[in-house]
């Protein structure tokens, strides 16, 4: 018996003529009554699902990861030890200079908790942060000045979440991070191509020098690459705990490096020593027969359950990943849901951001119609609670990185992580790269018809975010799964196309990983035209959807799902063929 039958099936295992009901599900935002079919008897029987099990993009974090969790620690202490290593290993995704959201459900009582480390902006920025001369700055000079620089939020959010719900001491989770970097570790492949770039943040002054070996030559796949500024800062962060990171000698760096020519940002230490992670309610919606649980603004995780909510009006989805009609109807979809995200989400800290508008129950349906007819570009919605907002000018490049991870008790995280560019902003503090997450902003504040932009700069503001980690339960509030992709934009179809292929498709989970991706955003189409066969993509030209290669990011998804084995109840896990990822644990 699988937990995830097809949708065609689910229809069959809901028991005929049964009243809706209403659901709750623990620790998620009261949003109130929701009529839902009951839960199916496909659920009955389910052990609780439980750990070891990680997924992540390196198998150095992997490692460490397994590592916490077999040494007794939760969830919560082997997400530090991942993220210090991967901090290290793949500095063009995710690291101490960057920021990241953290799903976290809890084994013990089922709340679902959302630990917000976006970065934010500094107290003097202003609208027209990336303007000069009367104009925006060119994207990429915006992108390596100090000006893109937020003050980091990971550190912190990890430090609130390991005293939330960690058993192991602080001190106890960077020893594999140090003993990395003091011994230096191999470059991957994919580390390894992204050094060799010819420009761009690969070839700043502080990437060449940590990208050039003792012999004056370039590192490349391959060699051995040391970092004793990152072990040192690693063993401050060991030693004096989270704070370590905002206040004394490694904010002072962070500092002096945003400060430095070209273009200096004004980021302060009273900016470092104000920053506090968010903790927030999750977003939870019944999707199917489980329930989705995503980050709440400045999240576009509402844009995901939106599509989804969609996504059941439109019966070409079940269809299945080799018919035409599903994917038209996906891509659809996709535009709609992309339509109302850049026109809406922000950080709803300083601006209304209309939720429950977005996830209204008739806006949703009348979204979804739209779905036969749309032949190209959609517009944005006018949802319940709605005020006049002006379009966005926001572009959103990409460099991040996904974690899912259960301990043996059943407490689960899905964190997305990330620098924002590849390896940030290029310029390096303490032995890692600092984030350019404000170019995350929109550069324009104002639209062309004088409407306020949601997503422009102000002080203290964290910048929207196209990440999504998911948790998935069922209609119980028991832990089914989680997961997550880097992405830039392409995040939410991509954690969208994992999510169908698992749930509605049936597939296990690296099978949905591995199905082509396509990102259907505003006039933009691009696809993994070599993982679609030519005769599926002559029936989608067919109907309008000529494919083009992906533009954007590639994905990274990493998770699983716990399902029945020949064994027993164990982890499906997934790791991105597109990325340098494992799963470990138990799995099958």
């Not at 459900?105 to 934010?120: C, L, P, S």
């Not at 050039?212 to 004793?228: E, F, I, K, M, S």
């Not at 062309?448 to 509030?477: T, Y």
């Not at 189409?525 to 030209?541: P, V």
């Amino acid at each position: 018996m699988s937990l995830f039958p097809s949708a065609n099936t689910l229809r069959g295992l809901i028991v005929a003529g049964s009243a809706l009901v209403a659901i709750t599900v623990a620790g998620c935002a009261p949003q109130g009554p929701v009529a839902v079919p009951p839960v199916a008897p496909v659920s009955a029987g389910v052990p609780r699902a439980v750990g070891p099990f990680v997924s992540a993009a390196n198998p150095h974090a992997v490692a460490a990861g397994m590592a916490v969790l077999d040494r007794g620690g939760t969830a919560a202490d082997a997400a530090v030890a991942v993220q210090a290593v991967l901090g290290l290993v793949e500095p063009q995704s995710s690291g101490l200079g960057g920021g990241a959201f953290m799903m976290w459900f809890d084994a013990e009582t089922g709340a679902v908790t959302v630990y917000d480390g976006r970065e934010t902006a500094p107290a003097s920025a202003t609208p027209d942060l990336f303007w000069q001369n009367g104009r925006p700055l060119p994207f990429p000079d915006a992108v390596m000045s100090g000006r893109s620089t937020g003050v980091p939020g990971a550190v912190a959010m990890l430090g609130v979440a390991h005293a939330d719900h960690g058993r192991l001491a602080w001190n106890d989770l960077f020893g594999d991070a140090e003993r990395l970097a003091r011994e230096g570790f191999i470059i991957s492949p994919r580390l390894g191509g992204y050094m060799a770039a010819t420009r761009g943040q690969a070839r700043t002054d502080w990437a060449n020098a940590y990208f050039t070996g003792p012999d004056g030559q370039r590192l490349t796949t391959g060699d051995r690459l040391v970092n004793p500024s990152y072990a040192e800062t690693v063993r401050i962060l060991a030693d004096q705990g989270p704070r370590a990171l905002y206040e004394g000698p490694i904010a002072e760096g962070i500092v002096e490096t945003v400060a430095a020519s070209p273009r200096p940002g004004g980021l302060t230490l009273a900016d470092m020593a104000a920053y506090e992670p968010k903790v927030r309610e999750p977003l939870c919606r019944p999707y199917r027969i489980y329930v989705i649980c995503v980050p709440p603004p400045p999240s576009s995780g509402v844009a995901l359950l939106q599509l989804l909510a969609m996504a059941e009006h439109v019966p070409d989805i079940e269809a299945g990943p080799d018919q035409a009609p599903a994917w038209v109807a996906f891509a659809r979809l996709q535009r709609l849901m992309y339509a109302d995200r850049d026109r809406y989400v922000a950080d709803a800290d300083f601006v209304d951001v209309p939720v429950a508008g977005l996830l209204d129950p008739a806006y949703v349906a009348e979204r979804a119609a739209l779905v036969p007819t749309l032949t190209g570009v959609a517009e944005p919605g006018l949802p319940p609670g709605v005020r006049a907002t002006g379009a966005d000018a926001t572009t959103e490049p990409a460099g991040t990185s996904h974690v899912f991870i259960v301990d043996q008790w059943g407490n689960a995280v899905s964190m997305t992580t990330t620098v924002e560019s590849v390896f940030g902003s290029g310029r390096m503090s303490g032995g890692f790269f600092l984030n350019n997450q404000l170019t995350d902003f929109s550069f324009e504040a104002i639209d062309d018809l004088g409407r306020p932009v949601a997503n422009a700069v102000a002080a203290g503001k964290r910048p929207r975010s196209s990440m999504a980690p998911v948790i998935i339960l069922d209609r119980e509030g028991r832990l089914v799964g989680g997961l997550g992709s880097p992405g830039g934009s392409s995040i939410l179809a991509y954690n969208a196309k994992a999510l169908i292929g698992i749930l509605d498709w049936g597939l296990p989970v690296q099978d949905a990983f591995d199905l082509p991706n396509l990102v259907a955003r505003g006039s933009g189409l691009g696809a993994d035209t070599d993982r679609f066969s030519s005769a599926l993509q002559s029936a989608l030209a067919e109907q309008g959807l000529r494919l083009r290669p992906n533009a954007s990011e590639n994905s990274g998804l990493h998770g699983g799902v716990w399902r029945l084995g020949p064994e027993g109840w164990v982890w499906d896990g997934g790791a991105d063929d597109r990325r340098e990822g494992v799963v470990a644990g138990r799995v099958r």
